[in-house]
Nanobody
Framework: QMQLVESGGGLVQAGDSLRLSCAAS????????ASWFRQAPGKEREFVAY????????YYAESVKGRFTISRDSAKNTVYLQMNRLKPEDTAVYYC???????????????????WGQGTQVTVFS
């Protein structure tokens, strides 16, 4: 079993930055794809970004491309989401997830992930 614990959320003004962390325990993330999803009130959970541990390839949702950066630290078994130029529409609970999707299309699918964190709230006010 793997446990994922997110941290770093908060209340910020539009244009500010935040860095979310997702620390894994129980298993190493090195064999998995690690992703961030988010869920705004009244909306479905949506894909934000993923990173393949081996090789570091990443992919982003169009809504965050150029503003968010996903990265990983193998020594700390942790994945990060650096969020810059935040907008009110980025307000959501952010979840990290780990799984074994084989393609980019699969990586966007929640069902491809076996492990989820409890989420961290990000609120952006204008």
């Amino acid at each position: 079993q793997m446990q994922l614990v997110e941290s770093g959320g908060g209340l910020v003004q539009a244009g500010d930055s935040l860095r979310l962390s997702c620390a894994a325990s129980g298993r190493t993330l090195s064999s998995y794809v690690a992703s961030w999803f988010r869920q705004a009130p009244g909306k479905e959970r949506e894909f934000v970004a993923y990173i393949r541990w081996s090789g570091g390839g990443s992919y982003y949702a169009e809504s965050v491309k150029g503003r968010f950066t996903i990265s990983r630290d193998s020594a700390k078994n942790t994945v990060y989401l650096q969020m810059n130029r935040l907008k009110p529409e980025d307000t959501a609970v952010y979840y990290c997830a780990a799984g074994l999707p084989l393609t980019t299309a699969q990586s966007l699918n929640l069902s491809r992930y076996d492990y989820w964190g409890q989420g961290t709230q990000v609120t952006v006010f204008s």
